[in-house]
C-alpha cells in the first residue's frame, strides 16, 4: 500500500509533536517512565553500600573448595561509574573463568540491585537481587533451556571478598557449585569510612588518592570518582560540607 505524500507529510509532524513533547516534559525519547522517575541520590545511596569493594583486587578461584585442582588466579577492579542521570559501579575482571565485567546499578522502585554482565565469550548475562547483610544475592531470569544462574558476593571483611557462582536446572529446586573466588584486597587501604582518615570526597567511601583543587587537597577512592571530581569540584566539596554540618549537628544532639 502506498501512502501519498500529504499523509505522510501529517504522519511526521505527528512524530516530531510527540517528540517535542516528550522533552518538554523532562523525558527525552527513548526514555522510559520508571528510568525518568529514579531517583539518582537514592541509587548512589544503595550502592555506597559497596564502597568497600572499590579498588583492586587478587583472586583465586576454585571449582572444589580447598581443592587446588582446576584452579586459577585472576585479578579485579571495582570502580565507581557517573554518567549525566545514572550512577553505578563497574567490575572489570582479568583472566576470569566465569565473568569479564559487570556492571552493578540499583533499581529504587523495585528496591533491587542489577548486575549486567559479559561473560569470557563476549556474551551477556543479567542479573537482579537483594542484599543480605554481608552479601549480595542475584539470580538471572532462565535461559533457553530453563536453566538459572545464581552470583553471591560476600564481603568477610575489609581485606576478603568470596564470589561464589552456582547453576540451577530447570526442574531443579537446588543450586549446585560451579565455582568460588576469593579475593584479597591489593596493598592496604589508607582508611575505613567513619574510621577519622581520609574520606572519598564523592561517595564517602576510604580516600586512597589524592586530588586538588584552588590549593586545597581532597581524596577519592577510585579513578571514577576522580573524573567525577575533576569534572565538577565545587559541587562535591560543597556536598561534602553540608554533609560534615550535618554530622555535626547530631553529634551535638
Do not use: H
Not at 203 to 215: K, L, N, R
Amino acid at each position: 500500500m502506498r501512502i501519498s505524500t500529504p499523509a505522510a507529510v501529517r504522519i511526521l509532524c505527528v512524530f516530531l509533536l510527540l517528540v517535542c513533547i516528550s522533552v518538554v516534559q523532562g523525558e527525552p525519547a527513548g526514555t522510559t517512565a520508571s528510568e525518568a522517575k529514579k531517583d539518582p541520590q537514592a541509587v548512589k545511596q544503595a550502592l555506597a553500600e559497596f564502597n568497600s569493594l572499590i579498588g583492586g583486587w587478587r583472586g583465586v578461584g576454585m571449582i572444589k573448595r580447598n581443592s587446588r585442582k582446576g584452579a586459577w588466579s585472576e585479578n579485579a577492579e571495582w570502580v565507581w561509574k557517573f554518567k549525566p542521570g545514572s550512577t553505578s559501579i563497574a567490575y572489570d575482571i582479568t583472566d576470569g573463568r566465569f565473568l569479564k565485567s559487570a556492571t552493578l546499578s540499583y533499581d529504587p522502585e523495585q528496591k533491587r540491585y542489577l548486575l549486567a554482565t559479559v561473560l569470557p565469550d563476549g556474551s551477556s548475562r543479567d542479573y537482579s537481587g537483594t542484599l543480605n547483610k554481608d552479601t549480595l544475592v542475584l539470580e538471572s531470569a532462565p535461559n533457553q533451556v530453563g536453566a538459572v544462574y545464581r552470583i553471591s558476593i560476600r564481603r568477610l571483611n575489609e581485606k576478603r571478598t568470596l564470589v561464589l557462582f552456582e547453576q540451577k536446572n530447570q526442574g531443579q529446586s537446588f543450586y549446585y557449585r560451579l565455582a568460588e573466588v576469593g579475593y584479597t584486597r591489593e596493598g592496604t587501604r589508607l582508611a575505613d569510612p567513619g574510621s577519622g582518615g581520609p574520606e572519598c570526597i564523592v561517595t564517602g567511601g576510604a580516600g586512597t588518592i589524592q586530588v586538588s583543587y584552588q590549593g586545597k587537597t581532597y581524596y577519592v577512592c577510585c579513578s571514577g570518582c576522580k573524573q567525577a571530581f575533576d569534572e565538577d569540584p565545587e559541587t562535591y566539596i560543597a556536598d561534602a560540607k553540608q554533609k560534615a554540618e550535618e554530622r555535626r549537628k547530631q553529634n551535638s544532639n
